[in-house]
């Protein structure tokens, strides 16, 4: 079982930045983020394949937001820039062991270990 802990959620104002990070106790072939703001299901946000380091990213997401890992592959990165209140929410990292296809789909129900979250609040 591979154990995944998530850090720097925190509380901004509309425009700001984040920079959320998650360790690994061990490699998978697919990483990813997502997110559960209050009374909404849980939504991907962003993944990438370990293998060859593609990511995909939701329409919501793209061109604010950066996933990457770290060149040990044990650490998962989220840049979020030019957030706004529709950004709240708790911050998951995920990780499954199937394929490009897969990672690429963002859900959630395909990822079998989760982190414990961190919170992103953001200001109006």
């Known amino acids: 079982q591979i154990q995944l802990v998530e850090s720097g959620g925190d509380s901004v104002q509309t425009g700001g930045s984040l920079r959320l990070s998650c360790t690994t106790s061990g490699y998978t072939k697919c990483m990813g983020w997502f997110r559960q703001a209050p009374g909404k299901e849980r939504e991907g946000v962003a993944s990438i394949y370990t293998l060859d380091s593609n990511t995909y990213y939701a329409n919501a997401v793209k061109g604010r937001f950066t996933i990457s890992l770290d060149t040990t592959k044990t650490t998962l990165h989220l840049e979020m820039n030019n957030l706004t209140p529709e950004d709240t929410a708790v911050y998951y990292c995920?990780?499954?062991?199937?394929?490009?296809?897969?990672?690429?789909?963002?859900?959630?129900?395909?990822?079998?270990?989760w982190g414990q979250g961190t919170q992103v609040t953001v200001s109006s």
């Open positions: 995920a990780a499954q062991s199937e394929g490009q296809g897969w990672c690429q789909l963002l859900r959630a129900k395909d990822f079998r270990n």
